[in-house]
């Protein structure tokens, strides 16, 4: 097991955020579990990924940041103590399993931060008809970029005439790990 544990755990309301009712988190330990990080990016979608530093962000939805480094875990958005144990015992459990079995997923060393809004916007309808709920096709391609919206909200993409434009798009968020926030 990669990660087997945990030397310490400290919680704390962060100064910048003092006003606002969330609590971060860092898990420190012994285990080096960089060697995980491609493996992690390509199974969980990693939102940015640093070969040198050795940093992989993981964004999960309602503001909430894992920050993998080889020695800590980063957590923050969390609401309480009970929802950061649950997320540091999920990351943990994640990172072994997805260990064990890195010899059968292929490593991703590209992120969904390297995705480019204009490439995305390219590939859209371009019409602005708003049937997203966003205003312009720019703003569905910035929250598409970030996770934020499926790619199934963009209801006209689905129409025939725009059938080579779609399947484009989704090859090229696919290169990039892209996954829908909501999706864990
Ligand atoms: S539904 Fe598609 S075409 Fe219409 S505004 Fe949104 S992104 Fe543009």
């Known amino acids: 097991m990669l990660l087997e544990k945990i030397d310490n755990f400290d919680i704390f309301?962060?100064?910048?955020?003092?006003?606002?009712?969330?609590?971060?988190?860092?898990?420190?330990?012994?285990?080096?579990?960089?060697?995980?990080f491609p493996y992690v990016n390509a199974e969980l979608g990693g939102w940015d990924y640093d070969q040198i530093n050795q940093v992989l962000l993981l964004k999960l939805s309602n503001g909430k940041w894992i920050t993998l480094h080889p020695h800590q875990i980063a957590i923050r958005g969390i609401r309480d103590l009970d929802e950061a144990h649950?997320?540091?015992?999920?990351?943990?459990?994640?990172?072994?399993?997805?260990?064990?079995?890195?010899?059968?997923?292929t490593p991703r060393y590209v992120s969904q931060a390297g995705l480019k809004i204009m490439e995305i916007l390219k590939l859209l309808p371009m019409t602005n008809c708003k049937v997203c709920g966003y205003l312009t096709c720019m703003a569905y391609a910035a929250g598409l970029r970030e996770g934020e919206i499926s790619l199934e909200a963009c209801q006209p993409l689905w129409e025939e005439k725009y059938r080579e434009k779609r399947e484009k798009l989704q090859a090229y968020l696919q290169s990039y790990g892209w996954r829908a926030l909501d999706e864990f």
């Not at 971060?24 to 579990?33: E, N, P, R, S």
């Not at 649950?86 to 997923?105: G, K, P």
């Open 86 to 105: 649950a997320l540091l015992t999920w990351i943990q459990t994640q990172i072994n399993d997805i260990y064990e079995r890195r010899d059968h997923i």
């Open 13 to 36: 309301r962060p100064k910048m955020d003092s006003s606002k009712e969330v609590l971060h988190a860092i898990a420190t330990f012994q285990a080096d579990i960089s060697p995980a």
